[in-house]
């Protein structure tokens, strides 16, 4: 089992619909949680970060923590052509700032016109 | 400078061939990782570095991988005996000090070697 695994996609989504994210993880012991997008041939950079259980809201974007169930997803509303790029879940393993931080494999996510 | 950079960005070597990678964090970052991005996949950990000490090196694939950074601020990967599956995408990146509020993790652009 890895220990940050997301659906690869393509997640196909029409403009102005909502694009639901989701990611799992292995280790109880993960703190915090980070959603980063990154275009083709770029690099990743730093949508969201989450720590505690329920909803984080940054403009279209939103995370949401269940903890219990080792879930993190991440919500995009009214989806532009310009949301199309691989969406990566990130897991700080442990309980310091200096813990390694381990990532998914990503989502492709399509916005169709 | 405003971001952390990475340089060369693109390296061609032959197999058996000695790189060397170098990354510039962000001025004032203590903490500095660095990731392999092979296509299709997430960043894979490869090692981390609190100022001059590399704190975590289990993500590196073998003995021919070294990181170093002695003075705390830039950094060099060195691949010695490159074989082909060390094509990817290596990914520097830093992230701003304990106690900003917030755990962010820049990363630079990336250095993308080829070995043929």
């Known amino acids: 089992q890895k220990e940050v695994e997301q659906n690869s996609g393509p997640l196909s989504v029409p403009e102005g619909a909502i694009a639901s994210l989701n990611c799992t993880y292995s280790d109880r012991g993960s703190q915090s949680f980070f959603w980063y997008r990154q275009y083709s041939g770029k690099s990743p950079e730093l949508i969201m970060s989450?720590?505690?259980?329920g909803d984080k809201e940054d403009g279209r974007f939103t995370a949401q923590l269940n903890k219990a169930s080792q879930y993190v997803s991440l919500l995009i509303r009214d989806s532009q052509p310009s949301d199309s790029a691989t969406y990566l879940c990130?897991?700080?393993?442990?309980?310091?700032?200096?813990?390694?931080?381990?990532f998914g494999s990503g989502t492709r996510l399509s916005i169709r016109p | 400078g405003a971001g952390v950079s990475q340089s060369p960005r693109y390296k061609v070597a032959k197999r058996g061939q000695d790189v060397a990678l170098r990354c510039d964090p962000i001025?004032?970052?203590?903490?500095l990782f660095w990731y392999q991005q092979a296509l299709g996949q997430g960043p894979e950990f490869l090692t981390y570095f609190q100022n001059e000490a590399q704190l975590d090196k289990s993500g590196l694939p073998s003995d021919r991988f070294f990181a170093e950074r002695p003075e705390g601020s830039v950094s060099t990967l060195k691949i010695q005996r490159t074989q082909q599956e060390d094509s990817a995408v290596y990914l520097c990146a830093s992230r701003s000090p304990p106690g900003t509020g917030q755990e962010t993790q820049y990363f630079g652009p990336g250095t993308r070697l080829l070995v043929l």
């Open positions: 990130a897991v700080n393993k442990g309980y310091s700032s200096a813990s390694k931080i381990i």
């Open positions: 001025s004032g970052h203590v903490s």
């Open positions: 989450i720590y505690s259980n």
